[in-house]
C-alpha cells in the first residue's frame, strides 16, 4: 500500500491545496437517481468541474503508469484501492484545473473515504447535494436502461442498493448533522430536479 501512495506523491509533486482556496460539493444519490444527469447541468449552468473518482481511477490504470499498474494489479487481486490512492488522484486533478469549484461525483463512498478526503486535502466541502430517490424509481430506471435480460439485472441492482445503502447513508447522516446535507426529490423529472438543484446553488451563491 505504500508504495501505491508513494507512487501518487512523486506523480503528484508534493503540490498542496492550501494555495489554492477551492469550492467542493459531493454529489451523493444511489444507482438510477440522475446524478450523471444533473452534474451536466451544473457544469453547464454553474461553471463547476465534474470530478468523477472512478473515471480517474480508470484513466490513471490506461495511461500505464507506475501507479495505475498499481491499481489495477490491486483491482485484479480484489483488493480495495486505499482511500488515500483515490484521495490524491482527486486532489491532483483539483490542481491541475484552473477552475476552483468542483463537483465530486459519487464520493466519498464510504466513512473511511470521507475521513481521507479532509485528512489529505484538508477540505471540507461547501455541502453536499444527495439525490433523494425510491429504490423502485431507481430500479425501473436502470431495469429501461438496461433493456432485456431483466432477471439478469434485477440481482446486480438490488446487490448495488444494498452496497450503497450500508456504506452511503453513513456520510450522508454524518454531512447532515453538520447541517450540509441539500436534500433533492431525484424522483421528479429531469427538468424539475434542475429547478430544485438551481435553488440549491443559488441559494448558496448569494
Same mark, same amino acid.
Given at each position: ?5 508513494? +507512487? ?72 480495495? *484501492?486505499? &482511500? ?8 491532483? +486533478? ?21 475521513? +481521507? ?10 455541502? *453536499? ?37 450500508? &456504506? ?12 450540509? *446535507? ?23 451563491? &448569494?
Amino acid at each position: 500500500m505504500g508504495s501505491v501512495l508513494d +507512487a501518487v506523491d512523486k506523480d503528484t509533486n508534493g503540490s498542496s491545496l492550501t494555495a489554492k482556496k477551492v469550492t467542493v460539493v459531493f454529489v451523493l444519490g444511489g444507482p438510477g437517481s440522475g446524478k450523471g444527469t444533473q452534474c451536466s447541468n451544473i457544469v453547464e449552468r454553474f461553471g463547476y468541474t465534474h470530478l468523477s473518482a472512478g473515471d480517474l481511477l480508470r484513466a490513471e490504470i490506461k495511461s500505464g503508469s507506475e501507479n495505475g499498474t498499481m491499481i489495477q494489479n490491486m483491482i485484479k487481486e480484489g483488493k480495495i *484501492v486505499p &482511500s488515500e490512492v483515490t484521495v490524491e488522484l482527486l486532489q491532483r +486533478a483539483m490542481n491541475e484545473s484552473e477552475n476552483d469549484k468542483f463537483l465530486i461525483d459519487g464520493f466519498p463512498r464510504n466513512e473511511e473515504n470521507r475521513a +481521507a478526503f479532509e485528512t489529505v486535502t484538508g477540505i471540507v466541502p461547501k455541502f *453536499v447535494l444527495f439525490f433523494d430517490c425510491p429504490e423502485e424509481e431507481m430500479e425501473r430506471r436502470l431495469l429501461s436502461r438496461n433493456q432485456g435480460r431483466e432477471d439478469d439485472n434485477i440481482e446486480t441492482i438490488r446487490k448495488r442498493f444494498e452496497v450503497y445503502m450500508k &456504506s452511503s447513508l453513513p456520510v450522508i447522516e454524518y454531512y447532515d448533522s453538520k447541517g450540509k *446535507v441539500r436534500k433533492i426529490n431525484a424522483a421528479q423529472p429531469v427538468e424539475e430536479v434542475f429547478e430544485a438543484v438551481k435553488g440549491v446553488f443559488s441559494e448558496v451563491v &448569494s
